[in-house]
Nanobody, 120 residues
């Protein structure tokens, strides 16, 4: 069984910074990518950032140049969020694509969401 545990988030003023972390544990044969998606009230879920093997990163257009995803160790990643805007307010959910038992059973896993609120 795979678990994703996220941490970080909270309330910050516009222009401020926050850092999110996410750790995967449990049965992990292979971890292909990790990252975050977010969803604001009344909006569709959107990609924030992911990091894959070889540290290949992908960012959503709205966060490019402001957010940085990094790998802390094999099963832990962090998201540094700078120059935060009110539009960044959303529930941020940790995501991972993991094969728990073999190379043939990769699945998507989600952690609990964490609220990020950017407001003055």
């Amino acid at each position: 069984q795979v678990q994703l545990v996220g941490s970080g988030g909270g309330l910050v003023r516009p222009g401020g910074s926050l850092r999110l972390s996410c750790a995967a544990s449990g049965s992990i044969f292979s971890l292909y990518r990790m990252g975050w998606y977010r969803q604001a009230p009344g909006k569709r879920r959107e990609l924030v950032a992911t990091i894959a093997r070889g540290n290949l990163t992908v960012y959503g257009d709205s966060v490019k140049g402001r957010f940085t995803i990094s790998r802390d160790d094999v099963h832990r990643v962090s998201l540094q969020m700078n120059s935060l805007k009110p539009d960044d307010t959303a529930v941020y959910s940790c995501y991972a694509q993991i094969a728990p038992y073999s190379a043939w059973d990769a699945q998507d896993y989600w952690g609990q969401g964490t609220q990020v609120t950017v407001s003055s």
